[in-house]
């Protein structure tokens, strides 16, 4: 999509910094690290956030979560754990209107969410 920042980053018409790519995933250091290690994870396929998949898109969820997997074990934080987070609408915190996970670890987290 056009004016998303998400789809330039994944076209490399704006840089990141990229920790892993596949067919239908892009995955990439969040630019605000909230943790020692902050990865978003995205579809290459623009969907402007989880209300946007319906049934059909379920073997993307599993293949972005099977990428989860991949990933925390790439960066070592498969031993220690980690979090995923999925920001939806505005009451959920989302800024950026192209579904992405949130990959946090690399310290122990908060025990509550929100
Ligand atoms: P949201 O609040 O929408 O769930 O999270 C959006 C995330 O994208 C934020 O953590 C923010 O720091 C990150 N972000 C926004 N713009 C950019 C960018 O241009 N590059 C990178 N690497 N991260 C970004
Ligand atoms: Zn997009």
Redo the contacts with the bound molecule.
């Keep these: 999509?056009e004016d998303?920042i998400?789809?330039k980053i994944i076209n490399g018409i704006v840089p990141s910094n990229k920790i892993f790519e596949d067919d239908l995933v892009f995955a990439f250091r969040d630019i605000h690290p909230v943790a020692p290690a902050h990865i978003l994870i995205i579809p290459k396929k623009?969907y402007p956030n989880l209300e946007a998949i319906d049934a059909t898109d379920q073997p993307l969820l599993s293949h972005l979560l099977h990428a989860v997997n991949l990933i925390a074990r790439q960066e070592c934080l498969d031993k220690n754990g980690y979090r995923i987070a999925i920001n939806c609408g505005p009451w959920g915190g989302q800024v950026v209107q192209?579904l992405h996970m949130h990959l946090l670890g690399g310290r122990k987290l908060a025990d509550e969410l929100g």
């Design positions: 999509m998303c998400f789809c623009h192209h």
